[in-house]
């Protein structure tokens, strides 16, 4: 029996009857990872090195989007192998489980981070030219995910309240709209003017898709999303200054691991930076415990400090205190 086989019938017989198909889909993420690698093998050849060479590999920078795995996913991953194999084991298909004693390599908990000022500046500038100029700009300035800006349609921006309504998304590996994944993700977004403006130059009718590929103006789904950020991306390192080799970029001027959700997390700390209060952020983020806003809150940015200092400054002299505390 070849691994791929098991597999199949591993999540057939044993998750599907069992789990929610969210969860299903989750499986199936790191199912097929494991059979891409390894699956065309027989089932009793496996060992534990074949299995930990994987996990190594996830390690690594993602070869398409250049996001590097969480030890939440890698946790995950390692937890279906042993299930996997562990279920082998019990009836008597392998000899032992060679995912027992896996062992998780190097990784930090969450991927995403806020955009440098010079990363910034680069992408604003691009945005300007660039066919997804306007849809990395939602992101940035509104806080959006990817899949809810792919379900947004114009009926959902009130061009006179300046507003943009989050009120559906698509679903997670998959290219079906509905609702998002929790109650907090329905949301009011105060739309910034510059955007607005970007907004009212690109407005069609209220029921088609905010975001269209270009060549056919159908909506997006998550493979169309990827190649327009892989596009986007490798035009922000040429302006960047990347050196190049026969179309094919050789030293990159952008860090690896600047994917969408950056921008999402810098809106985040933006609102940190203007005084925005954290309970107004995590509705604004959409965020379902506070707990999450709270993680991106507590990267306190070089603006913070300043601003902190300003009224640690501002104080000190109210009270009499002729010397600064900090000088930034």
Not at 116 to 134: F, P, V, W
């Amino acid at each position: 029996m070849s691994v791929s086989r098991w597999v199949d019938e591993w999540l057939e017989t044993y998750k599907e009857p069992a789990i929610e198909r969210g969860s299903l889909n989750n499986y199936k993420i790191h199912t097929n990872t494991i059979k891409k690698a390894i699956g065309n093998r027989p089932l009793k050849s496996i060992i534990d090195v074949d299995l930990q060479k994987i996990l190594n590999q996830k390690a690594h920078p993602d070869e398409d989007t250049g996001a590097i795995r969480s030890l939440d996913y890698l946790t995950k991953l390692r937890a279906t192998m042993r299930g996997i194999f562990k279920r082998a084991c019990v009836s008597r298909l392998i000899p032992y489980n060679p995912a027992e004693y896996l062992e998780l390599p190097a990784s930090k908990n969450g991927t995403h981070r806020s955009i440098t000022a010079k990363e910034r500046s680069l992408i604003l500038q691009l945005a300007e030219t660039h066919y997804a100029g306007l849809w990395v700009k939602t992101m940035l300035y509104c806080g959006l995910r990817p899949g809810e800006t792919l379900a947004l349609c114009w009926r959902h921006i009130d061009f006179k309240k300046k507003i943009l309504r989050v009120e559906q998304a698509m679903k997670a590996h998959s290219s079906k709209i509905g609702t998002p994944k929790t109650e907090a993700g329905v949301r009011i977004i105060p739309i910034p003017t510059s955007l607005l403006q970007d907004f009212i130059a690109a407005k069609r009718s209220p029921l088609e898709p905010v975001f269209v590929k270009v060549q056919s103006s159908k909506p997006h789904d998550r493979t169309s999303m990827l190649r327009m950020w892989k596009n986007f991306k490798r035009e922000l390192n040429i302006l960047g200054g990347a050196k190049v080799y026969r179309n094919q970029i050789t030293v990159p001027s952008i860090a690896h691991d600047l994917v969408p959700y950056c921008l999402r997390h810098t809106y985040c700390t933006d609102l940190q930076d203007a005084g925005v209060p954290i309970n107004v952020a995590k509705y604004l983020m959409g965020h379902s415990d506070i707990s999450t806003t709270g993680n991106i809150y507590t990267h306190t940015t070089e603006a913070a400090l300043k601003d902190a200092a300003k009224k640690i400054n501002k104080r000190s002299t109210d009270k009499g205190t002729s010397s600064n505390i900090f000088s930034m």
